[in-house]
């Protein structure tokens, strides 16, 4: 349904209602917002990408059950549950689609061609993520490129700073940079992260003496 935004599959009698004409709105822009959040992700790492295809792979599916169930799982809340649904059990995670997706009566949409095309981004984002899942650290050229970099001078000399937009980036390279968690100068830290005071105490010492143990 990322194609094309929830909205297109209101039955047309319901278009021009609320809260459809809501929804259409919020979801004018999906297409171009989830075309974007992709490169982005594929830009900044193969596991960045690979975790948000696995995501949407699984979110999809939900989204499938959920339409058993008589939910169409729409607006942000319910979103916002589909994107946490690894946390919830079978039961809670239905419960709390039905509760976020109330305003939305399942007789208002087209399911079966809703569910069709979930079947087909489902089965696209598989191909999709089959073509990435085998590509291993060591396959990985920009990966490879920033080890051998930070070896050589004049980045192995002193302190490095690596910034990046995505958790999921930031821990894979956390875990090639420091496989095996043997070298303590190696850290990383999180937005809104509590520890990441003591992180920068650590690594500018001079300038915050007031985060040292």
Known sequence: YARYGLWHYVTPRKQRQEPYVSLQRAGANLCGLMRILLFKRFESSVDAFRETIGRLERMHGVFIRALDEGIVPAGEDAQQILYESDNLEERQLMDALAEASDRYAIRDFDVDRLRRHLEHDVELLGRIRQLVEPITPEMDDKLQTLISRLGEPPLHEGKVLIFTQFADTARY??????????????????????????VVGRFAPKANPEYQM
Not at 174 to 194: A, F
Request: net charge negative; no cysteine; aromatic share 8%.
């Open 173 to 198: 390279l956390y875990e090639n940079l420091d496989p095996g968690g043997l070298r303590p100068e190696v850290d990383v830290i999180y937005s809104g992260d509590k520890s990441k005071a003591k």
